[in-house]
């Protein structure tokens, strides 16, 4: 553990048994700079529901034995950055449109949904630099997801893009490094 000023870089060795630890870490970093006078219950919650899924997909899907993740406080929000040298993103959307990082043959902007889960349709889009932004639209009727039969891995993207004030994923092509961004706001600024 290294810590600059306001923010704590962590390396996750992507063991499941030290998801524990390592969430306690940050958790206790996050208090103990805020002092809780601008994190509801809510608000950490969240955060604590985002570092949970992050780590979760740093022992899943990177294929890596190790990941970064910082946590940066400003005067207005809380950022999770979680960062390896693993696959890079593949997302397939509904009627398996899917992109791959990196995007090197395709028009972008891109813009889809991705997964829903009955009420809310996951949705992705792309920036000219490659940079995926996901958001949630909520749909306009209630329809059931097939989730029995096809649990999909973007669940957890679901959750993280819920839970956070903006959610994103960047892939740098040159050395291949993944990083998901989640901020969260301050509904105050910190003093």
């Not at 034995?65 to 997302?91: F, H, M, N």
């Not at 209630?142 to 960047?170: C, N, Q, R, V, W």
């Amino acid at each position: 553990m290294r810590e600059e000023s306001d923010q704590i870089t962590i390396v996750f060795k992507s063991n499941r048994e030290d998801i524990p630890g390592t969430l306690n870490l940050c958790l206790n970093h996050i208090r103990q700079k805020i002092n809780g006078s601008a994190l509801g219950e809510d608000m950490m919650a969240k955060i604590k529901w985002v570092i949970m899924e992050l780590l979760t997909n740093a022992v899943k899907h990177s294929g890596e034995r190790e990941s970064v993740l910082r946590i940066g406080l400003t005067v207005d929000a809380v950022i999770l950055q979680k960062e390896d040298y693993g696959k890079p993103l593949v997302l397939v959307g509904q009627g398996k449109k899917k992109i791959m990082w990196p995007l090197d043959n395709m028009v972008r902007p891109v813009d889809f949904p991705i997964y829903h889960n009955g009420m809310d349709s996951l949705c992705v889009r792309t920036d000219e630099s490659g940079r995926a932004i996901f958001f949630i639209e909520e749909l306009a009727e209630l329809e059931m997801p097939a989730l029995l039969s096809d649990t999909s891995e973007h669940f957890g993207l679901l959750i993280m893009t819920k839970a956070s004030d903006e959610f994103a994923y960047e892939h740098e092509p040159d050395t291949g490094l993944n990083r998901f961004i989640s901020t969260f706001y301050f509904t105050q600024p910190l003093l």
